[in-house]
């Protein structure tokens, strides 16, 4: 059972364009929500996080928003940027720092 | 220094070789993770120490056998791998498992079973 879904599963952007991927979660015990960037060959590294207690955060070009009532919580890439054409996976605490991610967004941003 | 570091970068064995992927943190956290990522997938938690103590093995079949000798450092063993294990083994690290919540991973080791 997956227990945070994303989607898109891709997103095709303009440069300067705003990206936008969203998540959604069922278990109210999570408590931190992180989205990791990936690139080809490369490990996950931690973009930006947020805990529920907060409804937006920003870093950046990089938002978070997160709606605690409606357990959904999305990144918004404001002026989007070929160097950001990567894949972007969201991920949920829980118990023992386990982390569940989602399925993964690959976004590309066209020059 | 925030670095997970893992070596080799690349591997190719066959069913029957034993071979051993390493991940060194110099971050002081005594937390330590393994993940399987296959393309286009994202990570699934294999193993989970903590304070050098396996606190967490989420079923993982016994031809991989982790290890952590202190608390630098995390070895997974293989053994007899099947071609369906060929991924991306990845390597993370948190100060942790109770409160820090940041996860920092290494580049992975890319893994091929002929």
């Known amino acids: 059972q997956q227990q945070v879904k994303q989607s898109p599963q891709s997103l095709i952007v303009q440069k300067g364009g705003i990206s936008i991927i969203n998540c959604a979660y069922e278990?109210?015990?999570?408590?931190?929500f992180p989205w990791y960037q990936q690139f080809p060959g490369k490990g996950p590294a931690l973009l930006i996080a947020?805990?529920?207690?907060?409804s937006e955060k920003k870093e950046g070009r990089f938002t978070i928003s997160f709606n605690k009532s409606a357990k959904q919580f999305s990144l918004h890439i404001m002026d989007s940027q070929p160097g950001d054409s990567a894949t972007y996976f969201c991920?949920?605490?829980?118990?023992?720092?386990?982390?569940?991610f989602g399925t993964g967004t690959s976004l590309t941003v066209i020059p | 220094d925030t670095e997970v570091t893992q070596t080799p970068k690349h591997l190719v064995m066959g069913m029957t070789n034993k071979k051993s992927l390493k991940c060194e943190q110099h971050?002081?956290?005594?937390?330590m993770y393994w993940y399987k990522q296959k393309a286009k997938k994202p990570p699934e938690l294999m193993f989970v120490?903590?304070?050098?103590?396996?606190?967490i093995n989420e079923s993982v079949p016994s031809r991989f056998s982790p290890e952590c000798p202190n608390s630098s450092l995390l070895n997974l063993h293989l053994h007899a791998l099947q071609p369906e294990d060929s991924a991306l083994y990845l390597c993370?690290?948190?100060?942790?498992?109770?409160?820090?919540?940041?996860?920092?991973f290494g580049s992975g080791t890319q893994l091929s079973v002929l």
């Open positions: 993370a690290s948190s100060l942790t498992t109770v409160r820090n919540e940041k996860l920092f």
């Open positions: 278990n109210t015990a999570f408590d931190y």
């Open positions: 947020i805990r529920p207690d907060v």
């Open positions: 991920a949920a605490r829980g118990t023992g720092n386990q982390f569940y």
């Open positions: 971050m002081g956290h005594r937390a």
């Open positions: 120490y903590s304070y050098e103590k396996l606190s």
